[in-house]
């Protein structure tokens, strides 16, 4: 099984809105990742999660924090987003961060389409 | 420079094999990744090929690595209209992540 799950599917929020995009993966996988990525551009990496701690966080605004509450769950709250933040927000997950071999392969969920007015 | 790139755009007609090319950057990537997107959807792993070897097969797909060129290519065997879809190329970087390519959109003309 290499499913990784996200909601919801479609977000709709205004900007003065707070809400929380999930994602859930049960393939005892230890590092977790937030990607955006707009239309016809490649996923872009914001968030790393490994093995529960934030690894690294690619100068995202504040108005985007995430959350592992468990090394299977990963969240991202969102707070007073602009319409630029309107994407597609990817989830995905990877044995390990560590080199060497097929730990670091990423599978990704589904994302989430977010629209921000 | 530090981008993987890719062509951005391949049409083929419904049989024929397709050939998409991406060239990297970092001659250290241990593993090398395509990824397929269809409209509206996440990414779903196609196949990923180790940097010692140079060929992999996998059903319709072939993946060939030139490491000294630094280029990988995908190639799909009778190509159906259900591999319409946006293809990304990707490397693990020195600190474990991931650099994609543009991604090239693969139309299928029947």
């Known amino acids: 099984d290499t499913e990784v799950t996200q909601t919801p599917k479609h977000l709709v929020m205004g900007m003065t809105n707070k809400k929380s995009l999930k994602c859930e993966q049960h393939m005892g996988h230890r590092a977790m990742y937030w990607y955006k990525q707009k239309a016809k551009k490649p996923p872009e990496l914001m968030f790393v999660y490994s093995y529960e701690k934030l690894s690294i966080n690619e100068s995202v605004p504040s108005r985007f924090s995430p959350e592992c509450p468990n090394s299977s769950l990963l969240n991202l709250h969102l707070h007073a987003l602009q319409p630029e933040d309107s994407a597609l927000y990817l989830c995905?997950?990877?044995?390990?961060?560590?080199?060497?071999?097929?730990?670091?392969?990423?599978?990704f969920g589904p994302g989430t389409r977010l629209l921000v007015l | 420079g530090e981008d993987v790139e890719q062509s951005l755009f391949l049409s083929v007609r419904e049989g024929d094999s397709s050939v998409i090319n991406c060239t990297y950057t970092?001659?250290?990537?241990?593993?090398l990744y395509w990824y397929k997107q269809e409209p509206g959807a996440g990414l779903q792993l196609l196949t990923y090929i180790f940097s010692n070897m140079d060929m992999k097969q996998d059903q319709r797909l072939t993946v060939l690595l030139n490491k000294k060129d630094k280029h990988l290519s995908l190639r799909i065997a009778d190509t159906q209209t259900g591999d319409s879809a946006i293809y990304f190329c990707?490397?693990?970087?020195?600190?474990?992540?991931?650099?994609f390519g543009a991604g090239t959109r693969l139309t299928v003309k029947p």
């Open positions: 995905a997950s990877s044995q390990d961060r560590e080199a060497g071999g097929r730990k670091e392969t990423q599978y």
């Open positions: 970092d001659s250290s990537s241990t593993y």
């Open positions: 990707a490397e693990s970087t020195r600190n474990n992540d991931m650099r």
